[in-house]
């Protein structure tokens, strides 16, 4: 079964996307940036952690949490910014630790955005 997440942005009907699909004990949150006002003058670890903070809420709505997410991808726009990443990455995820990936991007959606962020979720169904 099928579990659409929606966390209300504008741009989901516009791409045709939801922010989380769960399907069975997976769960895979979509591409994730930042909202206003955690973007303009804000830090790439600032704009992480905000991010971080909609992804936890779109797995809690999809019954799972972040000790479920055995992978993330990072997206940021200067790789300078790893460390400043890594900072709020590691605050949600420190003693998880899934499978990561850090990528540089020439751009994101907005050109204030400095990171996107995915996770991938499996539920333990046996607790």
């Known amino acids: 079964m099928r579990q659409n997440i929606s966390s209300g942005s504008p ?7 939801c922010r989380a699909v769960r399907v069975g004990n997976t769960v895979h949150v979509a591409g994730t940036v930042a909202q206003p006002p955690n973007v303009a003058g804000c830090d790439a670890r600032q704009q992480a952690a905000a991010a971080l ?3 936890v809420d ?3 709505r999809a019954g799972a949490s972040p ?3 055995v992978r993330t991808v990072t997206f940021v ?6 460390e400043l990443v890594a ?3 590691r605050a949600v995820f420190g003693d ?8 540089e991007v020439s751009a994101l959606v907005d050109p204030e955005v ?3 962020i995915e996770a991938y979720a499996v539920i333990d169904d046996d607790g």
């Open 77 to 82: 726009t200067d790789i300078a910014d790893m």
């Open 53 to 55: 903070d909609i992804i």
């Open 67 to 69: 000790a479920d997410v």
């Open 58 to 60: 779109a797995l809690a």
């Open 11 to 17: 741009y989901e009907d516009v791409f045709g996307y």
């Open 114 to 116: 400095k990171v996107e």
């Open 96 to 103: 998880i630790k899934p499978a990561s990936t850090l990528v």
């Open 87 to 89: 900072m709020a990455h």
